[in-house]
């Protein structure tokens, strides 16, 4: 049997921070983990990290939701994790930001795999400081973040380290009142011990009885920029710094002048990183959120593509 661990959580909440330390770990402990990726958008940024950590067997879904229109997909690709790698030892599941995490594990659900899997459960990676500001976020939105709280099976409250001690106290006792059945913990750049997710979700967990408040039909689309030139990095923050909240994840490879090759650009909720790249990555950004039809560089040219 391969044990199936579902990461979920809103976009920039810190999923694949949380996957790529799991992914360590257990190679550490001399297991062999494959990875099924779910991104918002046609491009599998998320994915270049995984595949940066060298023989991790990877499967995509791209330009869809998992719990949505690519249930079949969902069914194929891990049908090939299993076929292709008759080794591996933990399949771990990353799902797109605009997932219900209930209707991405009922997805992962087969009758051609039942007999070879066993589904540990949900770990929500939540994001503290939206949390604390969660009546910003559009009512449909906030339905989606909140949901994918109230389904968790393990809570994974991140960015501690961007609040106070009574900010983060304050998280931790709401989250706890939210969602009553799922231990918390705290964590900075999604660290966490796998062993402490392995003795949390030691047997297989169901789904509560809770209804659903579903995530099909939100009104999110992601927006592909393609750069003409390189941008100057302080030039490119102020604009950042413009725009409006219903942006809410950005990640891609931006040229900067006097640099050579494209920096991996990633953000969430206000919060800017910028990492160098040794090798020449095409210059491409994908800006996800609502009502964004409007948001562009001046050396930009968008291509809007709704999901």
């Known amino acids: 049997m391969v044990d199936v661990y579902l990461f979920s959580g809103f976009l920039g909440s810190g999923k694949t921070s949380l996957l790529l330390h799991t992914i360590g770990q257990l190679k550490e402990q001399g297991k062999k983990p494959a990875v099924l990726m779910n991104e918002f958008g046609a491009l599998p940024f998320d994915s270049d990290s995984v595949a940066g950590e060298g023989d991790i067997p990877l499967k995509e879904l791209l330009e869809g939701c998992i719990c949505c229109t690519g249930s079949e997909k969902t069914e194929a690709q891990l049908q090939g994790l299993l076929e292709e790698n008759e080794d591996i030892d933990v399949i771990l599941i990353e799902t797109t930001g605009a997932a219900h995490p209930v209707e991405a594990l009922d997805a992962i659900y087969s009758p051609l795999f039942a007999d070879r899997l066993t589904i540990k459960g949900i770990v929500t990676v939540a994001d503290s400081k939206r949390w604390l500001e969660r009546d910003k976020l559009s009512p449909q939105i906030r339905a989606l973040f909140m949901e994918q709280i109230r389904h968790a099976h393990l809570l994974v ?3 501690a380290d961007l609040l106070t001690d009574e900010e983060m106290a304050t998280v931790t006792f709401e989250l706890s009142n939210f969602n009553t059945s799922a231990p918390i913990v705290q964590t900075t750049g999604g660290k966490i011990a796998f062993s402490f997710i392995e003795k949390t979700l030691q047997g297989p967990h169901q789904t509560n009885n809770q209804p659903i408040i579903s995530g099909k039909g939100l009104p999110l689309m992601s927006k592909l920029v393609t750069f003409s030139e390189s941008v100057d990095q302080l030039d490119f923050e102020n604009w950042i710094r413009t725009l409006p909240d219903t942006v809410y994840r950005m990640k891609g490879y931006v040229p900067v002048k006097g640099v050579k090759n494209p ?8 919060m800017v990183n910028w990492l160098p ?9 994908v800006i996800i959120g609502e009502g964004i039809d409007n948001v562009s560089y001046e050396v930009v040219n968008p291509n809007l593509d709704e999901i």
């Open 277 to 285: 790249e040794y090798v020449k990555m095409e210059p491409r950004l």
């Open 263 to 270: 920096y991996l650009f990633q953000y969430a909720y206000g």
């Open 157 to 159: 409250a991140n960015k």
